[in-house]
C-alpha cells in the first residue's frame, strides 16, 4: 500500500520548522541568534520573536515534542488561523506581562506548549461537563508550574509556562461559549 505523506496541521508543521531552522542558526552562531530573539523588553519585535527560539537542544526537543504531539489535536480542532491568533496573541500577552512584572527576560515555545496541552484536553468539554483529564492536567501541569516557581531560582520562565496555561483556559472557554466557527 502506497502512503502519501499530507501536512495535516500546516501551522505547528511551519512553527517547527521555523524553530528548527533558529536552532540550527543559533547553534552555528554560539546562540547570538538566541540572544537576539529573546525578549528583554516590552514594545519590540522580540514580543514575537521569542517564541522561536530556545536556550539550547534540549529546550529545543522537548518543546517540539510535544508541540508535535499535542499541537494538530488543537489545530483539527480550533482551525489553522484561529490557532495562529491564539499562538501570537498569547506570546504577546505573556510577553508584556513578564516585561511589566518581572526583570527576567524569556524564551522558548514552553508558553505556546503548555497552551496546546490545555486546549487539546478541551477537546471533549460538553456544556455542563468539564472533562475531568482537564482538570488533571490543569492541577498536575499549573501546579507543579506554580510549586516550581515559588520554590525554586533557576533560568525557567515559570510564569511564561503558568500564562500559557491561563491562555489555554481562556481560549478553550472562549470557543466553546461564543461557538466561534474553526477556521
Known amino acids: 500500500m502506497k502512503g502519501k505523506i499530507s501536512n495535516n496541521s500546516p501551522v505547528i508543521v511551519a512553527y517547527v520548522l521555523i524553530c528548527t531552522v533558529e536552532i540550527i542558526l543559533s547553534l552555528m552562531t554560539r546562540n547570538h541568534l538566541s540572544s537576539m530573539l529573546a525578549l528583554k523588553k516590552p514594545l519590540s519585535i522580540q514580543l514575537v520573536t521569542y517564541i522561536f527560539s530556545h536556550a539550547n537542544m534540549s529546550h529545543f526537543t522537548s518543546n517540539m515534542t510535544l508541540m508535535l504531539l499535542v499541537g494538530p489535536v488543537a489545530e483539527e480542532k480550533y482551525g489553522s488561523k484561529n490557532l495562529l491568533f491564539m499562538i501570537f496573541s498569547t506570546a504577546i500577552i505573556s510577553g508584556v506581562l513578564n516585561c511589566l512584572l518581572f526583570h527576567t527576560g524569556i524564551l522558548g515555545a514552553s508558553g505556546?506548549?503548555?497552551?496546546?496541552?490545555?486546549?487539546?484536553?478541551?477537546?471533549?468539554?460538553?456544556?455542563?461537563?468539564?472533562?475531568?483529564?482537564?482538570?488533571?492536567?490543569?492541577?498536575?501541569?499549573?501546579?507543579?508550574?506554580?510549586?516550581?516557581?515559588?520554590?525554586?531560582?533557576?533560568?525557567?520562565?515559570?510564569?511564561?509556562?503558568?500564562?500559557?496555561?491561563?491562555?489555554?483556559?481562556?481560549?478553550?472557554?472562549?470557543?466553546?461559549?461564543?461557538g466561534a466557527e474553526r477556521e
Open 112 to 178: 505556546i506548549v503548555f497552551m496546546m496541552i490545555i486546549l487539546s484536553a478541551f477537546t471533549n468539554y460538553q456544556k455542563g461537563k468539564i472533562p475531568l483529564t482537564l482538570i488533571l492536567v490543569v492541577i498536575i501541569y499549573l501546579g507543579d508550574e506554580i510549586v516550581s516557581g515559588v520554590s525554586r531560582i533557576d533560568s525557567i520562565s515559570q510564569f511564561g509556562h503558568i500564562m500559557g496555561g491561563i491562555m489555554g483556559i481562556f481560549w478553550g472557554f472562549f470557543f466553546y461559549k461564543s
